[in-house]
């Protein structure tokens, strides 16, 4: 196996086509309907049309929703609201179709995909094609020790690549992405304020399920003491991803990454996703121009990650459920734009 250059994504990685978004917005000017009445589903058609390379635009009708999942071991610390190592069963819900993403995608008739880097639960409690990635059970715990090995690291961002791949291959042509953790949201909150160079107070949000005031304290001094741990290995993406992320935080990175290579557009959910945007976001300054916010969730380290990498999400309705589901609520809007840009009549 070759050695990772991250570097190499900076040199991969293309802008959605930019004379294929003028033709784009050159057709807009000819519709029917006024500029300006559709708002920002113009913008998106647009989009579209640069990441397809076609005008006008085709449907999407082959979304799928992607969500990886993976236990931290800073939950013991009591900094979320479910119980430490708990993943699997938001794992099995999913797969049961009980949980608010598998009511959504059944609903919208969209494949959901569950991806286990680092569940903590015996491989056998799973079907195979979700643990086939799995990389080991659970990642370390940040604040006094690294999350992953650097193997651990290395064969985590290649799983996320390779799931990037089989998407594209399989004709994959929008992704839903969303994360299943328990202290997903202290990792990512950890990595956003090492690269944006604030203070744990200031990115500590209480998590999809809610926290109490003292589990927010303990939360905050958790990113604080990973902070310390993260800023001398700021230099290195790869380094910093296994002293405070996780294995499904890389894993994400990678996909992210992998995508953008592959010209595949991704919908980003919370935190977590906009957390491992701002990493890609390091290794490759092009890679955003393939990704939408789908919604604020209400985390405060979201809202800097996502300012920093200058994504507005489209929806902001309060939802903190997590695990893809306020980028799924963003799909239609995406898919409304598309179905707009492609059929409204054209002006002679």
Not at 87 to 105: I, Q, Y
Not at 218 to 237: S, T, W
């Amino acid at each position: 196996m070759s050695a990772l250059n991250l570097d190499d994504f900076a040199h991969l990685i293309e802008r959605p086509d930019g004379g294929v978004r003028r033709d784009a917005e050159e057709r807009r000017a000819r519709l029917a309907v006024p500029p300006g009445a559709l708002g920002r589903l113009d913008e998106l058609g647009e989009w579209l049309a640069a990441a397809q390379q076609q005008v006008p635009v085709r449907p999407v009708e082959r979304p799928r929703v992607l969500l990886f999942a993976g236990d931290h071991g800073v939950a013991e610390l009591g900094v979320s609201a479910r119980p430490a190592g708990s993943t699997g069963d938001l794992v099995r819900a999913v797969l049961d179709g009980a949980s608010p993403a598998a009511v959504l995608a059944r609903s919208t008739g969209v494949q959901l995909r569950v991806v286990d880097l680092a569940v903590d639960c015996d491989p056998e409690e799973l079907p195979e094609e979700v643990t086939r990635h799995r990389v080991r059970r659970g990642s370390g715990r940040i604040d006094t020790e690294d999350a992953l090995t650097a193997e651990e690291a290395e064969a985590a961002f290649r799983a996320g690549m390779a799931v990037a791949d089989e998407e594209a291959d399989a004709g994959t042509d929008l992704v839903v992405l969303g994360d299943l953790s328990v202290g997903g949201t202290t990792a990512a909150s950890t990595l956003i304020a090492a690269l944006c160079g604030t203070d744990a107070s200031v990115v500590t949000g209480r998590g999809g399920a809610g926290i109490d005031d003292l589990a927010w304290m303990r939360k905050c001094a958790a990113i604080r003491d990973a902070l310390r741990r993260a800023r001398p290995v700021l230099g290195d993406q790869l380094e910093l991803l296994a002293t405070v992320g996780g294995a499904d935080l890389t894993a994400i990175t990678g996909f992210l990454l992998q995508s953008a290579v592959r010209r595949t557009p991704v919908i980003l959910d919370g935190v977590v996703s906009a957390a491992c945007a701002l990493v890609a976001q390091r290794v490759a300054f092009r890679a955003p121009d393939w990704w939408l916010a789908g919604q604020a969730s209400g985390e405060p380290a979201q809202a800097k990650a996502l300012d920093r990498i200058a994504l507005n999400p489209l929806l902001d309705h309060g939802v903190t459920a997590g695990e893809g589901t306020g980028a799924l609520l963003a799909l239609p809007l995406v898919q409304a734009a598309a179905a707009l840009a492609a059929e409204l009549p054209v002006r002679d």
